[in-house]
T-cell receptor
Framework: ETGVTQTPRHLVMGMTNKKSLKCEQH?????MYWYKQSAKKPLELMFV???????ENNSVPSRFSPECPNSSHLFLHLHTLQPEDSALYLC??????????????FGQGTRLTVV | GQQLNQSPQSMFIQEGEDVSMNCTSS?????WLWYKQDPGEGPVLLIA?????ELTSNGRLTAQFGITRKDSFLNISASIPSDVGIYFC????????????FGKGITLSVRP
């Protein structure tokens, strides 16, 4: 496995369900991100983890709960979502600080549909 | 908040043609990035620009960091069918740890 991998690729869930999105990076990066991509809108940054600590939370509703158990894994726990939460959820990683910085590498995304 | 403007929303060109797209902002950015997103995939970084006036190429792609630091341009020469996709610009206004602001993207279609 290389790069940034996300599972599942597609997810359909009811508004009362609880599900989790998983992201794994194999690039040795120290920062990971969740973005939301809705049609005809710019990518929206949701959460940033740097060195496994959450450093940014862009006023995301509490029905989205991130978890970063180590620098290679990132989860997004979902519960009682709304239909307007249907979107493509993208995970990304990068290397920040030190002598080598890299720009964000994105995973393929999870297409989430809330019914 | 900061916004990056990309227009038009869609572009249609003939295979073999060159195409140019730009990205503008009302505020200054210190880094400009161009990403491409294929259908069903995540964005992939095409070109990164870190200095005002910088001109960088990646194969048939050329991008420039505007001298005012408020805009950037991406040119694709001799387009081919696999150039189809959504092209996003992104900007960063401070150091490497500051967050990216993305444009809405331009969907490019290439007619064979």
């Amino acid at each position: 496995e290389t790069g940034v991998t996300q599972t599942p690729r597609h997810l359909v869930m009811g508004m009362t369900n609880k599900k989790s999105l998983k992201c794994e990076q194999h690039l040795g990066h120290n920062a990971m991100y969740w973005y939301k991509q809705s049609a005809k809108k710019p990518l929206e940054l949701m959460f940033v983890y740097s060195l496994e600590e959450r450093v940014e939370n862009n006023s995301v509703p509490s029905r989205f709960s991130p978890e970063c158990p180590n620098s290679s894994h990132l989860f997004l726990h979902l519960h009682t979502l709304q239909p307007e939460d249907s979107a493509l959820y993208l995970c990304a990683s990068s290397q920040v600080g030190g002598f080598t910085n890299t720009e964000a590498f994105f995973g393929q995304g999870t297409r989430l549909t809330v019914v | 908040g900061q916004q990056l403007n990309q227009s038009p929303q869609s572009m249609f060109i003939q295979e073999g043609e060159d195409v140019s797209m730009n990205c503008t902002s009302s505020s200054i950015f210190n880094t400009w990035l161009w990403y491409k997103q294929d259908p069903g995939e995540g964005p992939v970084l095409l070109i990164a620009l870190y200095k005002a006036g910088e001109l960088t190429s990646n194969g048939r792609l050329t991008a420039q960091f505007g001298i005012t630091r408020k805009d950037s341009f991406l040119n694709i020469s001799a387009s081919i069918p696999s150039d189809v996709g959504i092209y996003f610009c992104a900007g960063r206004d401070r150091g490497a740890n500051s967050k990216l602001t993305f444009g809405k993207g331009i969907t490019l279609s290439v007619r064979p």
